[in-house]
């Protein structure tokens, strides 16, 4: 549709609008966006919203905006173009009806279309009016005060929150980015000090001992304990290899023994 | 005349509705009573017996409560408290889920004819009276919004249904979500989701002569 | 017979009484009546009203509030199947599996940057809404954790695509503009499933890390 719209305002018709006395306050402020200033238009010229001239509401929709304009008021663009538009529309109202083609909306049905959406707005508007007249809890209305101290309380309610599931998780996520990690640098049982160690160990290692026995316990500031052991299973690999240590192992992820190779 | 049983379920009925802390549901009270008991029958006893006092009996969202008079609320000053108050975003947005539900945040702004500005859905959320309904399963997926029990609990509605107006509303085809195919009223909001006609495209019929609703 | 303004003190009274938080003296509720109202006069209509029936007016220490009949008193003894709330630990835990499923409890920890207390996973688990997944083919094969049908059921979700995802969470104000730029949150129903089936431990296929990762 972007092609039918007409760059230029439909000045004469905005003062032909003006000229017929149409009271105009011009406080955008008031204002929620160009469907709310044409309700807000369309109320004052008649109750039924479809039944106004949509031609006589874009007559005032246009000599509001260009009052705006006059007094230098700043006008969103969607304002701008829903003026256009209506300029564009109100053009095709007048014009003498051309032969349609199956994809050109009629202007009379845009016409009935807008009116149409406006009161739907209007509908919603009244609706939410209506809501708030009711009696509303702890406003209007009010509930037990001083319920039993054994909580008769529903069970068939669902409490799952998905609003409170999203908060959960956002929150988390945020936190998560904004901590800060100071790595350590990470103390690694080097695998020279675990061999001299297992060596040295050797002599005490007459019967099957647990490989977990074996490596250092790790305490306070040093290498971690996965890595005493990581490094001590490697170590005592290497010296299976050179014929100096038995390893066993019963099953997958059972305990690692180690024992002394014994002399052939 | 009542039976000596039905008596004695409208008062078990009655008990454990003054001292709950909220509404309670029909399987709620059925669970505490004595088996076979006929709670509807309990209920409709009680709304007569309490019709006129200075506590009422109410549905709402499904369950039932004890209230107070709604003509009494001028005593009510210590018990009052001042509610959050609803912008006027907040109130259409509001009632437009309430009456289109489930429904995007695009066709809110499509009824309203302006993009949501942020806080408007975050602070119907936060007061538990929307919640995150689904999906729409049209292209992007668009999340869709619906009203939640506290909504109803909040304006002493009983069920959906008995949302004020909205069986004419729905008649005169205020509640439909789909505008025709040829619908070309600028709308800046409509940027991100112009290719995604939802539902059915069926033109509305329109008469002239629609019956205003205030007329 | 009593008079309409006899009646309607009775009511005022009845209404007060319902909603005050503790119980009311005379002179409360003289105070917040209509001057003139003849209290013990509505204060003995109401005692007649509700006698024998499951809720009576009671008078303690020269204050008056409603409570349970004694004969019904067993039925508020009942408080089986509170509507558990999540902790807000449990709730965390629940919104990164939702999100990040499979998931591994170091995983979990991750995220969470504290360690996940055993109990927290094992009350999701028992509650239904978390079940064990499968293994992740990592060294240690740890266990993988995945929401459950509960989980959406009680959510309100058809399927784990409906789980809204950072457009909605931004829709709702919940994502501020100081995340770091690639902050995204993941789909779950697109995630990968390249998990082992849980209960395949016969069929090794580590051969170098079974140390473990013990420390």
């Known amino acids: 549709m972007s092609d039918t719209f007409q760059p230029d305002l439909d000045f004469e018709a905005a003062r032909g609008a003006v000229e017929t006395g149409e009271a105009l306050i011009v406080d955008l402020d008031g204002y929620e966006g160009p469907l709310d200033l044409l309700l807000a238009l369309a109320r004052s010229q008649k109750l039924d919203l479809l039944q106004i001239s949509i031609a006589r509401l874009a007559d005032q929709y246009l000599a509001f905006v260009r009052e705006a304009r006059r007094r230098r008021f700043s006008l969103a663009a969607d304002y701008l173009v829903m003026a256009a538009w209506l300029a564009w529309l109100k053009s095709r109202l007048l014009l003498p009806r051309p032969r349609r083609g199956p994809d050109d909306a009629g202007a009379d049905e845009l016409a009935e279309h807008l009116a149409f959406r406006l009161a739907k707005l209007d509908a919603m508007r009244k609706a939410a009016e209506s809501l708030l007249a009711r009696p509303v809890l702890k406003r209007d209305v009010f509930a037990r005060g001083d319920p039993e101290e054994a909580r008769i309380v529903s069970t068939t309610r669902v409490c799952g929150d998905l609003y409170e599931l999203m908060d959960a998780y956002i929150t988390q996520r945020k936190r998560e980015a904004r901590r800060n990690y100071t790595p350590r640098p990470q103390q690694a049982f080097s695998l020279e000090a675990a061999r001299e160690r297992l060596r040295d160990l050797l002599p005490e290692l007459q019967r099957w001992t647990p490989l977990t026995g074996v490596a250092p316990m790790g305490a306070g500031g040093g290498p971690t304990r996965a890595s005493f052991v990581a490094s001590t299973l490697s170590a005592s690999l290497e010296l299976v290899r050179e014929g100096d240590l038995e390893a066993r192992q019963l099953e997958h992820f059972a305990e690692i023994y180690l024992r002394r190779k014994r002399a052939a | ?215």
Do not use: C, N
């Open chain 2, 1 to 215: 005349m009542e039976t000596h049983e039905e008596g004695e379920t409208e008062r078990m009925v009655e008990a454990l509705l003054f001292a709950a802390a909220e509404p309670l549901s029909l399987v709620d009270l059925a669970r505490r009573l004595p088996e076979g008991a006929d709670v509807p029958a309990a209920l409709a006893g009680l709304a007569a017996r309490y019709d006129g006092r200075g506590v009422r009996l109410a549905e709402v969202a499904g369950r039932w409560r004890f209230q107070t008079a709604e003509d009494l609320a001028f005593l009510m000053t210590d018990e009052r408290e001042e509610p959050r108050r609803l912008s006027r975003a907040a109130q259409e947005t509001l009632a437009i889920v309430a009456y289109h539900q489930p429904v995007t945040r695009a066709e809110i702004e499509a009824v309203r004819g302006v993009q949501a500005s942020r806080g408007t859905l975050d602070m119907l959320l936060e007061l538990g009276f929307v919640r995150p309904r689904g999906r729409r399963r049209t292209p992007g997926r668009p999340v869709t919004y619906a009203t939640t029990d506290t909504f109803l609990e909040h304006f002493g509605l009983a069920s959906l249904a008995d949302l004020p107006g909205a069986a004419e509303m729905k008649a005169a085809g205020l509640l439909d979500l789909d505008l025709p195919p040829d619908f070309a009223v600028p709308d800046p909001s409509a940027a991100r989701d112009d290719d995604a006609p939802l539902g059915d495209e069926a033109a509305p019929e329109f008469h002239t002569d629609y019956v205003g609703d205030e007329g």
